[in-house]
Nanobody, 114 residues
Framework: QVQLVESGGGLVEPGGSLRLSCVASGFRFSDFAMSWYRQAPGKGRELVADISSLGSTTFYPDSVKGRFTISRDNDENAVYLQMDSLKPEDTAVYYC???????WGQGTQVTVSS
């Protein structure tokens, strides 16, 4: 079965950085695009990054463009989210997601606070 396991969340000060990881299993990872979403308290889930199956194409909404970078390692069945210049409004639970089939990980908490 499809499994997505995130890690790397935590507490960071404004302006700091974090790198999230998502390890996938149960499917041929290199065949599928992957995404990162986030959900802040009281809000809906928001897309923060997409990457194509071979990593050649990425997408970011304006809210994170220039600060977040998505990447993947198909040999390791992993997708990453490098988050720089973090702001308090980036505080949320971050989810790894496979759009084809709508598979979600369990999420990892990111808190940006001084």
């Amino acid at each position: 079965q499809v499994q997505l396991v995130e890690s790397g969340g935590g507490l960071v000060e404004p302006g700091g950085s974090l790198r999230l990881s998502c390890v996938a299993s149960g499917f041929r990872f290199s065949d599928f695009a992957m995404s990162w979403y986030r959900q802040a308290p009281g809000k809906g889930r928001e897309l923060v990054a997409d990457i194509s199956s071979l990593g050649s194409t990425t997408f970011y909404p304006d809210s994170v463009k220039g600060r977040f970078t998505i990447s993947r390692d198909n040999d390791e069945n992993a997708v990453y989210l490098q988050m720089d210049s973090l702001k308090p409004e980036d505080t949320a639970v971050y989810y790894c997601m496979r759009p084809n089939g709508l598979y979600w990980g369990q999420g990892t908490q990111v808190t940006v606070s001084s």
